[in-house]
């Protein structure tokens, strides 16, 4: 199970930047993928995460409304759209993993999540 984040840059205030998320080494089926952030001297927190299969999805109150995730099955890869960036979302990205379909309210909990990807530093910055 290998997850391979990339995608992040230095994008100005008001910018957009769209995350990737792929997966190898197994298939998607069942699963929940979940992206984290860890803001420069901050502990980890939630940012958004989808099932696999199905439409459940959950968002952090902080980007609801800016971030959209969505997933490509046929590349076995979630992306996470950011739109109106602003300075407070800079922080190291992950995406994480986990063999079951995740009820909502289990998702923004990062010990429920057995795979993760390294990093992928996000610098909002004028």
């Known amino acids: 199970v290998q997850l391979q984040a990339s995608g992040g840059g230095l994008v100005q205030p008001g910018g957009s930047l769209r995350l990737s998320c792929a997966a190898s080494?197994?298939?998607?089926?069942?699963?929940?993928i979940g992206w984290f952030r860890q803001p420069p001297g901050k502990e980890r927190e939630f940012v958004a995460a989808?099932?696999?299969?199905?439409?459940?999805?959950n968002y952090a109150d902080s980007v609801k409304g800016r971030f959209t995730i969505s997933r490509d099955r046929a590349k076995s890869t979630v992306y996470l759209q950011m739109d109106s960036l602003k300075p407070v979302d800079t922080a190291v990205y992950y995406c994480?993993?986990?063999?079951?379909?995740?009820?909502?309210?289990?998702?923004?909990?990062?010990?429920?999540?057995?795979?993760w990807g390294q990093g992928t530093l996000v610098t909002v910055s004028s």
């Open positions: 994480a993993s986990t063999y079951r379909g995740l009820i909502m309210s289990a998702m923004p909990d990062a010990r429920g999540y057995l795979s």
């Open positions: 080494g197994f298939t998607l089926d069942y699963y929940t």
């Open positions: 989808t099932r696999w299969s199905g439409n459940t999805t």
